[in-house]
């Protein structure tokens, strides 16, 4: 699923991810002084962030994926880049001030085990945030797409059943990892597109569910739901706003 180049994840989900990211770190309160841990990274949104607020040597990272690990490393030279899952950091207990997983949760094996460790990583005091596009509600970035997937085949297996999709999710996950003093909240953004094409490409690259579903589709079924994502968003240039959920707990 995640088995991508990172340029191809970064033109299909960086996009969005890049402007949450900044989001992220203001909402979540991360200062000059702390040390921050991003879990499941991918190619580096959320950990370029970090190493603007905190210095490089203040940041870990961590992501099952090879081909992500390699472009942090020259993307972000001196960082420390780790790979592993969320179910097992490869951190001593009570390391960072922060364990920061945006964009994560639905994909983990097990999302209560995953806080929990990243729980483990975090010091006393210190807190693990987590966000979600809100899948459930229609207003994730790839709403559109997975609308127009199940206008033409209502049985499309979509994200809204994922761990943490729906409102309040995040917070009950964080809960069952034994977290305390649950914040919770919406971050929303807004990315321009230029053109319908612009937008559509990166859909053809094989990333995350989306792409699987779309690769899996023969020719006449993927013109058929390409067109029909062109009817669905307004005239080109257009905006796509989404929210994700964020909530964070306090060790």
């Not at 949104?45 to 940041?59: N, Q």
């Not at 797409?145 to 033409?152: C, I, K, Q, S």
């Not at 917070?171 to 929303?188: K, M, N």
Request: glycine letters at 8%; a negative charge.
């Amino acid at each position: 699923m995640f088995d991508v180049a990172a340029d191809a994840y970064a033109q299909f989900m960086g996009r969005y991810s890049e402007p949450l990211a900044e989001q992220f770190v203001e909402w979540v309160g991360v200062r000059p002084g702390d040390r921050a841990l991003d879990v499941g990274s991918g190619p580096g949104a959320l950990t370029a962030r970090l190493v603007e607020r905190l210095g490089v040597s203040a940041v870990s990272a961590v992501d099952p994926s090879q081909p992500f690990l390699a472009s942090m490393r020259t993307r972000l030279p001196g960082l420390d880049v780790q790979y592993g899952s969320a179910e097992q950091l490869p951190f001593p207990d009570d390391f960072f001030d922060h364990a920061m997983a945006q964009l994560v949760v639905h994909f983990m094996k097990d999302p209560v085990a995953g806080l929990a460790e990243m729980a483990r990583v975090t010091r006393a005091g210190g807190c693990v945030a987590v966000c979600v596009w809100d899948f459930a509600g229609d207003r994730s970035p790839l709403s559109t797409f997975w609308r127009a997937a199940t206008d033409l085949d209502p049985e499309a297996r979509t994200e809204d059943d994922l761990a943490g999709a729906r409102d309040g999710e995040l917070g009950r996950l964080l809960e069952a990892a034994d977290l305390t003093t649950i914040r919770s909240g919406e971050l929303p953004i807004r990315v321009p597109h230029q053109s319908f094409d612009e937008w559509w490409e990166p859909y053809t690259y094989g990333v995350g569910p989306a792409g699987e579903y779309f690769t899996s589709l023969g020719d006449e079924a993927r013109h058929a739901i390409r067109e029909r994502c062109r009817a669905l968003l307004p005239p080109a240039p257009f905006d796509v706003e989404a929210v994700a959920w964020v909530a964070v707990g306090l060790v």
